[in-house]
T-cell receptor
């Protein structure tokens, strides 16, 4: 069985400062990992995905994430937060049957 | 990326009535579709997985007769909430995937259901 833990339910940052969203996974193998963003009352938009290629993954809107097997982590970062980054972020693991396991989500608030 | 369209985006219905939500893959053939439910400020909970032409596989605790899922074609899956009650009010999201299990799943924009 696999599980995904997002370590922060809420992150507040000032505009222009770095963003760090933490995610740890547990799995008996190296899963495919994703980060999705959800704006209020909207569906999910894929930010980036890791599928056992490069461990540093670059996504859309300046986000990137690094897969660290030794730490079982897949933290999401962005060097400079923008007001439009305020949203809910989900770390997701996919098992070998294609089933998605969602983390609990991290609400990001960006202050001017 | 591929486009998944969900309709309606919001619906209000009376208690006891049924409501149907559609999920369409617009530019690819979706061999597998997933239905999720999301409560306010919570994560997505998988309700069921459907493969085209076969019966849906429901997650534990999800009532099959309450949430009817049909995946009759490679581009359309429907979720029907039967005899809706206020506690069924929620945000429902579908996702669709083509090919093997390791391919990416694309999400619809979600449906806000309010039962009054």
């Amino acid at each position: 069985a696999q599980s995904v833990t997002q370590l922060d339910s809420h992150v507040s940052v000032s505009e222009g400062t770095p963003v760090l969203l933490r995610c740890n996974y547990s799995s008996s193998y190296s899963p495919s990992l994703f980060w999705y963003v959800q704006h209020p009352n909207k569906g999910l938009q894929l930010l980036l995905k890791y599928t056992s290629a490069a461990t540093l993954v670059k996504g859309i809107n300046g986000f990137e994430a690094e897969f660290k097997k030794s730490e079982t982590s897949f933290h999401l970062t962005k060097p400079s937060a923008h007001m439009s980054d305020a949203a809910e972020y989900f770390c997701v693991a996919m098992d070998s049957w294609g089933k998605l396991q969602f983390g609990a989500g991290t609400q990001v608030v960006v202050t001017p | 990326g591929a486009v998944v369209s969900q309709h309606p985006s919001w619906v209000i219905c009376k208690s006891g009535t049924s409501v149907k939500i559609e999920c369409r893959s617009l530019d690819f053939q979706a061999t597998t579709m997933f239905w999720y439910r999301q409560f306010p400020k919570q994560s997505l909970m998988l309700m069921a997985t459907s493969n085209e032409g076969s019966k849906a596989t429901y997650e534990q605790g999800v009532e099959k007769d309450k949430f009817l899922i049909n995946h009759a074609s490679l581009t359309l899956s429907t979720l029907t909430v039967t005899s809706a009650h206020p506690e069924d009010s929620s945000f429902y999201i579908c996702s669709a995937r083509s090919g093997n299990p390791n391919t990416e799943a694309f999400f619809g924009q979600g449906t806000r259901l309010t039962v009054v």
